[in-house]
């Protein structure tokens, strides 16, 4: 698109005046290159500005007047009238002529006044607020309106009589006072100060244990990724098959072992819903000969409860293991030792629990709901035995030891399971059970 000249909005050039001695930088005459050319290009741009951008255009057609009125200029008749009313002074201080000093000084005061006033103004501007010189000209009111009032409603004159009547010798005992009281202030002041030094010391203390806690959360993040990462590298082959050898499975024990006594309950419940979704805790179905995991067809790999081999054996690595508060939803715990572990508040749903060991675990506040403490038919279902073998499909020690177990508060327990606890639980279980367990037998037998 071209520019019409038409279409310039440039200003219209005036009369010549009569330039002044002392120029603020207005007329065009005295605009640097600069400012013309800002001035030209916002005249320019102002015919192709769309409407949402005019006030942008304006502004800094503003900013632009604002720079050009900051500016200011002495021409060189004003320096050479100046320098003329100094050396008149300097005659008369050399004549010791009074009329002559005293002109030349006028002269020179005005003159000097008149090329500092702008560069005084600016300074001002620069430094100090409008909130400081308003507070600055109250002040100055202030102490003005205090004088005033002392001097015309007569209550200086009456202080003044009031000092001359005081016996300033007897006074000395009062500046002792004074004295004594200044010095229990500086002590006053002196245990404030330590308080406060004490205060940010322990603000300092906090925030720094606030940092290394999230180090630590940090660091145990990236110990937790290398581990998933290593496991994973140690059970899949090159196409990602589950082709685990001996050898591989007691590392890989070890490894989780070695890291679940090196991170929280947090981490310990990550480590698990990794390890029981990539089917690592579950017992596989095996090849007799070669031990490798058989698919089942449908895209996964055939579970075997009752002789299956488990890539990683939990065993008891979490026996009062402090789980607490954690996510364990769809987590396989199956013949896992969790003797006095701390579940409380764990969301359990869809875990499986059948044969694990829940002697005095804390179960308290969990979420139960599709949770699994056994296998068969309820009537038949009994706690996991160290003699008799589990039968899957009459249910006949399958179930899960939860003697002494506390299930205060659990949320969502099914009636099954409810049945199930007040059944092998004990005396101790059964109070805590939900729902209570009125009517169930005892079959523990204490």
């Not at 015919?47 to 021409?75: G, M, W, Y």
């Amino acid at each position: 698109m071209t520019i019409e000249p038409d279409s310039l909005n440039l200003p219209v050039p005036e009369e010549k005046l009569p330039p002044d001695d002392f120029e603020t930088g207005v007329s065009d005459n005295h605009l640097s290159s600069e400012t013309l050319a800002t001035q030209q290009a916002l005249s320019a741009i102002a015919s192709l500005q769309s409407p949402q951008n005019k006030t942008a255009l304006q502004q800094a057609h503003s900013s632009v007047q604002q720079n050009i009125s900051n500016q200011f200029t002495v021409k060189p008749r004003a320096l050479l009238i100046t320098l003329l009313a100094i050396a008149i002074t300097f005659v008369g201080l050399i004549l010791n002529n009074w009329i002559i000093g005293v002109f030349g000084t006028v002269i020179t005061l005005m003159l000097s006044l008149a090329m500092l006033l702008p560069w005084l103004q600016y300074l001002v501007n620069e430094w100090f607020s409008s909130l400081d010189k308003t507070l600055l000209v109250a002040f100055l009111g202030l102490v003005v309106a205090i004088i005033g009032s002392l001097k015309f409603t007569g209550v200086g004159y009456r202080l003044l009589l009031w000092g001359q009547q005081i016996n300033w010798e007897a006074s000395g005992t009062l500046a002792e006072w004074f004295g004594a009281l200044g010095q229990i202030l500086i002590a006053v002041i002196a245990v404030y100060v330590a308080w406060r030094q004490y205060v940010i010391s322990k603000d300092l203390t906090i925030q720094q244990n606030l940092l290394t806690v999230q180090q630590n959360i940090i660091t145990q993040q990236q110990t937790i990724d290398s581990y998933f990462q290593g496991v994973s590298d140690l059970v899949l082959d090159e196409e990602g098959l589950l082709e685990d050898w001996p050898q591989e499975r007691a590392i890989a024990e070890g490894r989780t072992a070695a890291i679940f006594s090196s991170v929280d309950g947090s981490g310990k419940a990550k480590i698990l819903r990794f390890l029981s979704r990539s089917k690592l805790l579950t017992p596989l179905k095996r090849d007799r000969r070669l031990g490798r995991a058989i698919l089942n067809g449908v895209g996964g790999y055939a579970e075997d409860r009752l002789e299956g081999v488990r890539v990683i054996d939990l065993g008891v690595m979490l026996a009062a293991a402090d789980l607490s508060g954690n996510d364990l939803r769809w987590t396989d715990l199956s013949e896992a030792n969790l003797v006095r572990a701390n579940l409380s508040g764990c969301d359990l749903v869809k875990a499986n629990l059948a044969r694990t060991i829940l002697y005095d675990a804390n179960l308290s506040n969990t979420d139960f709901n599709g949770t699994r403490l056994f296998y068969g038919s309820l009537d038949q279902a009994s706690p996991r035995s160290r003699t008799i073998p589990p039968n899957y499909e009459t249910g006949e020690c399958t179930g899960a030891v939860i003697e002494n177990a506390d299930f205060s508060n659990v949320q969502r327990m099914s009636e099954a399971n409810r049945y199930y606890c007040c059944t092998w639980g004990g005396e101790k279980t059964r109070t805590t059970i939900p729902g209570g367990c009125e009517g169930i037998d005892n079959k523990l037998g204490r």
